[in-house]
């Protein structure tokens, strides 16, 4: 049963979201922003009206969010009142404060995600480390950790590339990830991923230890604006393997693009390699590769912002990219972040994507240094 004192912690919580998501602001921007789709010329320009569009519907959500959570704490006060009189269970309440704490909490780590790009999609790509078939075992695991946390949050998926493993498992995979505040949340799972455990793949029943590298970046959509130097940019077709049916073996519907980058600020020159096969329409593939391609440019640049940001903000705690960042030991039960040292014994519910925990704890931790500006 919910003592008085955690009541009050909940209302207070409730009444610091009201003032530090500045709702009444919002509602008055929402009504001046809506007041602009109601001149006649609107949907003449669609693009620059679906763009106002988006802007409202976020705006609604923070003040649709709050009001539900302003609703709930209100169910669970008269919840109380009625306990007095009988006509409710402490159970109920109870399931009733459990349910406001998850909302409130929720909402919370969504008001971390505060720059630009934390609102997009992902392109996350995993690859296999050394060790052959174990890794990439490995890797084929993560595979369907992240999409099955994506099911779970309604994201929705695409293959855009797979690499099979030479036995089992995969070498590498890039997926698309679409949803709202995808990358905000799974930036946190950019890095090196540990496995021990006893392998199934050697006949002495050795615990083996593989690696796995998950790199994360925002899926870019039409809202962000990335310059491609069309000069630098070639296109090879290729007929792509594997399942599909006899028109995937045919028609050089695979494509792969290669952009000569060159670091705006270092001068630094690089290719870029991406290959598409995720359809058999050839000009979709293109499109799809110019689309990740375009990430990978947006991506440069934030990791070139955050450096910068580092510089400047000495003492703080720096967020590494590509460092060995979770251990998922199966034998011990334990899965552990190396960055916020939250862990659970629970490995069967992270394996099948249950994640929350570890993305909260991160960015619990980081935020701070995340969303500076």
Known sequence: MITTDQFKQIETRVADLHRYLDIDSKKIEVEEEELRTHVADFWDDREKAEAQMRKIKGIHFWIDSYNEVEKQLEELRLALEFLKDELVTEEEVDTQYEALTKQVEDLELRNMLRREEDKLGVVLKINSGAGGTE??????????????????????????????????????????????????????????????????????????????????????????????????????????????????????????????????????????????????????????????????????????????????????????????????????????????????????SVMDGEIDDFIKAYLMEFSETDSAS
């Open 135 to 348: 890794s990439q075992d490995w890797a084929s695991m993560l595979m369907r950790l992240y999409l099955r946390y994506a099911e779970r949050h309604g994201y929705k998926t695409s293959i855009a590339q797979i690499l099979d493993g030479d036995e089992a498992g995969i070498k590498s995979v890039t997926i698309n990830i679409e949803g709202d505040y995808a990358y905000g949340f799974l930036k946190s799972e950019n890095g090196v991923h540990r496995l021990v455990r006893v392998s199934p793949y050697n006949a002495q029943g050795k615990r083996m230890t593989s690696f796995a590298s998950v790199f994360v970046t925002p899926l870019v959509d039409d809202t962000i604006d990335i310059q491609v130097e069309n000069a630098r940019v070639s296109w090879d077709t290729f007929r792509s393997g594997g399942a599909g049916g006899q028109n995937v073996n045919k028609v050089e519907s695979g494509v792969r693009l290669r952009y000569q980058f060159k670091d705006p600020y270092t001068g630094e020159e690089e290719e870029i390699l991406i290959e598409n096969t995720e359809t058999r329409d050839q000009p979709k593939n293109k499109e799809n590769a110019m689309r990740q391609l375009k990430s990978i440019l947006y991506e440069k640049e934030l990791r070139h912002r955050m450096e910068e940001q580092a510089k400047v903000e000495a003492g703080k705690k720096k967020i590494e990219w590509g460092s060995q960042i979770r251990s998922y030991v199966f034998d011990d039960r334990r899965v552990k972040d190396h960055r916020t040292n939250h862990q659970t014994s629970d490995v069967n």
